[in-house]
């Protein structure tokens, strides 16, 4: 009987996508957007995120991940970040923001960080007189700021923490005037193979030229913009359809009152920190970690 009902579920779930991307299909080449309006209502309905009934049930560590991602996730306004010029108004005027529902966390074991290095790492650490504050108040800008030993900038965090993920995450966000969609593979492929593959890629015409859309490829996201922001990944080998940044791992501190935040742009892999102050998460500052 079981399997019986995941086959029917499967079936129906396939005959759906297969409606979708029909009806996407459709509403370029009539270049309706009454059904580009219908395409993604639809996909917006059938997920939908957590009510605040649903929030009250969660475990306190599940809180704090949806309490920090809140307060983080704004991408129409993302002057906190650093980004290039050109990122930060990406998102300025869609209508819906595409969000991953799985998200990762760690928590530190101990909160003693002088112990933990000096008995994973004797040797390098033996002697150590390193103060592993979270982050230290500078009186002079009366601002906090991190240290070059702050072990949740450090990479050491990951020998130090346990980690586990929410796998069917569904935050609620400060932008009430835009939707989300939660992000599958579903819906990946949908998107892509309705865009194609006309991708310049990296490097083509110069060394620092982006990969890009061109062609009919191009005029097919234009057709999306008023609703998603899509672009060629940096590599050009796919369809960026999420939207950034693309939050992907929340470490804590063992008592949960710093955090450490890693997010992805096309462009960029950036570390956000954000301490708790009277039960409310606050931004510190951001971290240019990677970029390509």
Known sequence: ????????????????????????????????????????????????????????????????????????????????????????????????????????????????????????????????????????????????????????????FDYFQIKDSIENFRPQIKDKSTNILFYSCIYDSIISNFIGNNIIPLGENSIMQPAYAHGISKIKIDFLKPYIFTMASHWGNQWVIETSPMLYRICFSNNRTFARISHNTPYHSNRSYYVKIENKWTFVFDDDYMYW
């Not at 996730?73 to 050109?86: A, G, I, Q, T, V």
């Not at 933990?116 to 650490?125: A, D, I, M, S």
């Not at 982050?135 to 949740?152: A, I, M, Q, V």
């Open 1 to 156: 009987m079981g399997k019986i009902f995941i086959l029917i579920l499967f079936t129906s779930n396939l005959v759906f996508s297969q409606c979708q991307e029909e009806l996407l299909n459709k509403a370029f080449e009539q270049k309706s957007y009454e059904l580009l309006d219908r395409f993604f209502e639809n996909w917006r309905m059938e997920k939908k995120p957590i009510s605040d009934e649903e929030y009250q049930k969660l475990s306190d560590i599940e809180k704090d991940v949806y309490d920090v991602f809140y307060e983080f996730y704004n991408p129409k306004d993302m002057s906190n970040l650093k980004l290039e010029e050109f990122e930060y108004n990406y998102y300025k005027n869609v209508k819906y923001f595409v969000i991953n529902p799985e998200i990762h966390y760690g928590v530190l074991k101990s909160d003693n960080y002088d112990s933990l290095l000096r008995n994973k790492f004797p040797v390098g650490y033996k002697d150590s007189t390193f103060n592993f504050n979270m982050f230290y108040d500078r009186k002079d800008k009366r601002t906090f700021e991190y240290t070059f030993n702050n072990l949740l900038e450090n990479e050491l």
